[in-house]
T-cell receptor, first 115, second 116 residues
Framework: AQTVTQSQPEMSVQEAETVTLSCTYDTSESDYYLFWYKQPPSRQMILVIRQEAYKQQNATENRFSVNFQKAAKSFSLKISDSQLGDAAMYFCAYRGSYNTDKLIFGTGTRLQVFP | DSGVTQTPKHLITATGQRVTLRCSPRSGDLSVYWYQQSLDQGLQFLIQYYNGEERAKGNILERFSAQQFPDLHSELNLSSLELGDSALYFC???????????????FGPGTRLTVL
């Protein structure tokens, strides 16, 4: 069975600085998708960024980018120029490409942003 | 705003009772997913419907059931409620099913269920 591990329960960063959140996963599939979701205090789950495993190029969405290392089964999220509004729980999620669409989530990393 | 709506936002009920949570997917999305977020279990997939048919089941209790209607809205029914069922229940939607595209799932605001 696939698993997703986020080993950092909490991280903090100063406004305007850069922070990297870690995620590792375990799977025997060769084709799959990875996502980062943000959950602010409102509890809404917001899709931040997605990565297809067959693409070697790392995904980027404005200040958010990923470092996808397929061989190492690692999928970290880098937030550049951190803003106060980035403070939230961040969840890494895995989705296989065969037979199921379900998302498998990690336990989350709480990010604090200090002014 | 993801375009996915859920009602009610909050629900407080007693043990042994039955409740129904409602979800309307984004316009054009055929797949609906239900997730449970609790402190001890984290975010867990419960069940998926695609165009009215059950597509996949996760860790859904036998006391729980769901359906998707012809207009594509979905309902999650929770019965014989226990204290441990208190959680945030999310509905999510996506255009289709697995394979070929990096479809993210778009989440509704959730229903906070409290069982007393």
């Amino acid at each position: 069975a696939q698993t997703v591990t986020q080993s950092q329960p909490e991280m903090s960063v100063q406004e305007a600085e850069t922070v990297t959140l870690s995620c590792t996963y375990d799977t025997s599939e060769s084709d799959y998708y990875l996502f980062w979701y943000k959950q602010p205090p409102s509890r809404q789950m917001i899709l931040v960024i997605r990565q297809e495993a067959y693409k070697q190029q790392n995904a980027t969405e404005n200040r958010f980018s990923v470092n996808f290392q397929k061989a190492a089964k690692s999928f970290s999220l880098k937030i550049s120029d951190s803003q106060l509004g980035d403070a939230a729980m961040y969840f890494c999620a895995y989705r296989g490409s065969y037979n199921t669409d379900k998302l498998i989530f990690g336990t989350g990393t709480r990010l604090q942003v200090f002014p | 705003d993801s375009g996915v709506t859920q009602t009610p936002k909050h629900l407080i009920t007693a043990t042994g009772q039955r409740v129904t949570l409602r979800c309307s997917p984004r316009s054009g999305d055929l797949s609906v997913y239900w997730y449970q977020q609790s402190l001890d279990q984290g975010l867990q997939f419960l069940i998926q419907y695609y165009n009215g048919e059950e597509r996949a089941k996760g860790n859904i209790l036998e006391r729980f059931s769901a359906q998707q209607f012809p207009d594509l809205h979905s309902e999650l029914n929770l019965s014989s409620l226990e204290l441990g069922d208190s959680a945030l229940y999310f509905c999510a939607s996506s255009p289709g099913v697995a394979g070929g595209t990096a479809q993210g799932q778009f989440f509704g605001p959730g229903t906070r269920l409290t069982v007393l």
